[in-house]
């Protein structure tokens, strides 16, 4: 162990220094990408790669050779970004074809540093899916029948690929650049102060006196974190330092209590406003506005850590599980102060966006100013410009490494968006799944399913859902369900993986926090989630959930509906009651769930 640590202690750069002023240099051109007016997409664009790559390259090297390395792709990488950022006029007016041997060069080079961008941020699986892609796009006139395609010029494939507005500098790259990088600004920034102890108090006076205390703070708190958040790792590895420890010490048995963090934390990529960069991935695929999604998407989150909580109530009795101890609970007054951290931001955000109108970034960017100015107070009122230094240090480091991880999977998976556009394979990929599903839709959301899951077991959740909405989300539509939807329901089951074994990565970390063999949080992490199997389907049954915004009533419906539903579901799979019992309380969950069809 203590080799590990000096081995990564000797491939860090010494100048410690930098990463804070290189993430404030990134925060600064994100910012002030919303306040400048209109940026060009060829100059935005590759800057954003651009101030991505050291953090990839340079400050995620583990090992000698890969700083070696790293260092190398790192300056090949900065030089094609900003030979793009800096001819982006010129190049707009080749219309996407390369006319020069430099070109030619910048362009494979963009491509290899994007590859190992995504390989050095999350591993081998996105970058394979991309990588088969532009094979695809390059051979696929060698492929026989109707998967084939008549072929393109190479230096118009690679040009379309980097040198346009398509590509790796696509919309989506654009989503990266101008809303979600805000947004994890705001997060880094609202973590860096007193906000978590904030999520956290509030979460401890509401719950903490009920039975099963601990488990029920996990679930407020990490609903909270998570909204800002967005991951599941993340919300694990931070609210379960406190809640874990906090449920152990009640007597939830340890797999329970692992089970109990790793559930609710995988609620934060549903819960609005962030969904772990989803719901504003969502603006640019549908075209929906982002409080038409923020509208649609809380209903079934708040049916998710409903059922989660009745879930941890009913393990509670079966357990014996009691309160949290009155010593370890704070007074209102600290839940007052600790909460105005996060509630002056948060308000600042909803008021601007709903009443005031304006953009989700622009209410964003207000609401990192006001987090901001809160650094330099803490939980006693006290003002200090060294702590706000500290803080704000610590706030540029995570921002900038977060914005980079992000932007590396979106852009790369702006190459497998790219290349299904060019190639048309999503079209045809579409009709083989309403051929296989005889054109009837739960054949079909079977299929949909079941891919979602495959593809969310080896690549990041939103990753994951760009893939395979764009595949199989035209075939869901063309069978009645609206684009919205669609989409919510692809999200929700690539998400799955999360808690689901093979790979379910909160419940690794979560097992790891208190010392539990992974498969048996596994086991209780499945049944306490049993919403994240279900609800997705029961949106489908009963669309009108999703439209509280302009159909309240009929939302209102299907929201206790479903909630009975789900809360027959937790009975049978873990009260411990006769069997037939328990067997019959499922069997009228499915039937209430699903008694629209």
Request: glycine share 12%.
């Amino acid at each position: 162990m203590s080799t590990m640590v000096a081995d990564d202690a000797a491939v860090r750069p010494p100048m410690w220094f930098v990463w804070p002023v290189l993430g404030l240099l990134s925060i600064v051109f994100h910012l002030g990408l919303i306040f400048s007016g209109l940026v060009p997409a060829l100059v935005a664009r590759p800057i954003h790669m651009a101030l991505a790559l050291p953090w990839l390259f340079v400050f995620l090297a583990k090992t000698r050779m890969q700083l070696l390395t790293g260092w190398v792709l790192l300056i090949l990488g900065e030089i094609g970004c900003l030979y793009i950022a800096l001819n982006a006029g010129p190049l707009s007016d080749q219309y996407g074809f390369i006319d020069n041997g430099f070109q030619m060069a910048v362009a494979i080079t963009l491509l290899a540093i994007t590859l190992e961008m995504a390989r050095r941020a999350i591993g081998w699986p996105l970058p394979l899916v991309a990588l088969i892609c532009l094979a695809y796009g390059l051979l696929g006139q060698y492929v026989p029948g109707e998967y084939g395609h008549p072929g393109f010029p190479f230096a118009s494939f690679l040009g379309t690929m980097t040198i346009t507005e398509g590509g790796i500098w696509g919309s989506l790259t654009g989503v990266s650049v101008g809303i979600v990088s805000i947004f994890v600004i705001l997060g880094a920034v609202l973590n860096a102060g007193e906000a978590g102890q904030g999520f956290m108090n509030v979460a401890t006076l509401a719950a903490g006196r009920l039975r099963g205390g601990a488990g029920k703070v996990s679930v407020l708190s990490s609903a909270m974190f998570g909204s800002i958040s967005g991951s599941a790792s993340a919300n694990v590895a931070s609210t379960g330092a406190v809640t874990i420890p906090a449920m152990t010490r009640l007597g939830y048995p340890r797999a329970l209590a692992g089970a109990v963090e790793a559930v609710a934390s995988s609620g934060g990529q549903i819960m609005p406003p962030l969904m772990g960069a989803g719901a504003f991935v969502m603006v640019e695929l549908t075209g929906t506005p982002y409080a038409t999604i923020m509208g649609a998407a809380l209903p079934p989150a708040i049916l998710y850590f409903l059922t989660t909580w009745i879930g941890i109530d009913l393990f509670a009795r079966r357990y014996g599980l009691g309160a949290v101890d009155a010593a370890d609970r704070p007074s209102v007054r600290d839940v007052v102060i600790t909460s105005m951290f996060f509630a002056v931001p948060f308000g600042i955000l909803l008021e601007r966006m709903f009443v005031g109108g304006f953009t989700p970034q622009y209410a964003a960017c207000l609401a990192i100013l006001a987090a901001a100015l809160l650094l330099f107070v803490n939980v006693r009122g006290e003002v200090s410009l060294h702590r706000f230094v500290e803080r704000a240090g610590g706030a540029a480091v995570s921002a900038g490494q977060q914005i980079a991880v992000i932007g590396a999977i979106i852009i790369c998976a702006s190459i497998v968006i790219g290349v299904l556009g060019m190639t048309g394979l999503g079209v045809k990929v579409t009709s083989t799944i309403l051929s296989v599903a005889d054109d009837s839709l739960w054949p079909a959301l079977f299929l949909t399913a079941i891919a979602c899951i495959l593809l969310g077991m080896e690549v990041p959740t939103t990753a994951a859902y760009v893939i395979c909405v764009t595949i199989a989300g035209p075939a869901l539509e063309r069978l009645g369900i609206e684009p919205l939807l669609a989409h919510l329901f692809v999200f929700w089951f690539a998400l799955l993986s999360t808690i689901t074994p093979p790979v379910c990565g909160a419940v690794f970390i979560a097992a790891g926090m208190v010392g539990e063999n992974w498969l048996k949080v596994a086991g209780s992490a499945m049944r306490l989630g049993i919403g994240l199997y279900v609800i997705p389907l029961a949106m489908i049954a009963n669309p009108a959930i999703i439209h509280m915004a302009d159909r309240p009533a009929e939302a209102g419906l299907a929201f206790v509906k479903i909630a009975i539903a789900l809360w027959a579901l937790s009975l049978a799979f873990i009260w411990k009651g006769p069997v037939w019992m328990r067997l019959a309380a499922g069997l009228g969950g499915l039937i209430v769930c699903f008694a629209s069809l």
